[in-house]
């Protein structure tokens, strides 16, 4: 059997910076409504794991095992869009205005044997987004168009992936601040929690190895 770390991942980018995506809430819906073992299940054939919701691999010196987590609940995803003032339509979809809660998701291609394959993640993401009542709009384009639309920010949601999450924790600064992730098309590139912002800069400055551990600890939750 030959095995190795866990160091790269696939990830929701969410474009914080429109309605309702920049409502926590709807952020928290959306994880609470993706199932991601089936994603793994079907999509990676069973050859990958669930990723932390705090970045950093579980195989990392530096993971934090109590970081929160979402496990799969279209009930309670629906019942927190619902907090946003969204409202069932007689088809069951979600309406706000008599407006339908519509999303893009965008996914792109990747190479499999030589040749350009369209990537399912997408597929199964937004059967289960559809589940909870939302109206999903896939698109499956060329990674460097997805890539130009996701720095713009012209996007609701997109999937991404990198690796580094099993190597210095620097990676959570480069994936989540636009000091460091600034050109970063991984990187959520989100300022918006001042704690966060504090603990992240604290973790670069630390030179005591448990010290800054006990900082990514927190960091991650």
Wanted: proline share 5%.
């Amino acid at each position: 059997i030959i095995k190795d770390e866990r160091g790269w991942n696939k990830k929701l980018m969410i474009n914080h910076k429109k309605f309702p995506f920049n409502d926590k809430r709807f952020r928290q819906a959306m994880a609470y409504a993706v199932n991601r073992q089936e994603i793994v299940d079907k999509s990676q054939r069973g050859f990958a794991a669930p990723a932390s919701y705090g970045l950093l691999s579980p195989d990392h010196d530096m993971y934090n095992p109590g970081t929160p987590s979402y496990p799969y609940d279209p009930a309670k995803a629906r019942k927190l869009i619902e907090s946003l003032g969204y409202r069932s339509g007689a088809d069951g979809r979600l309406l706000k205005d008599g407006q339908p809660l519509e999303v893009e998701l965008l996914t792109s291609n990747i190479t499999v044997a030589g040749e350009s394959v369209a990537d399912r993640d997408g597929e199964v993401i937004k059967k289960q987004l559809e589940a909870v009542g939302m109206q999903v709009d896939h698109m499956n384009m060329e990674q460097a168009t997805t890539d130009s639309r996701v720095k713009k920010w012209e996007f609701d949601l997109a999937v991404s992936g990198h690796g580094g999450i099993s190597g210095d924790p620097r990676i959570l600064n480069e994936m989540i601040t636009s000091q460091y992730g600034v050109g970063s098309v991984n990187s959520a590139r989100y300022d918006g929690n001042p704690e966060l912002n504090r603990l992240l800069e604290a973790q670069m400055l630390e030179m005591d190895r448990e010290k800054r551990k006990a900082i990514v600890f927190k960091i991650q939750e």
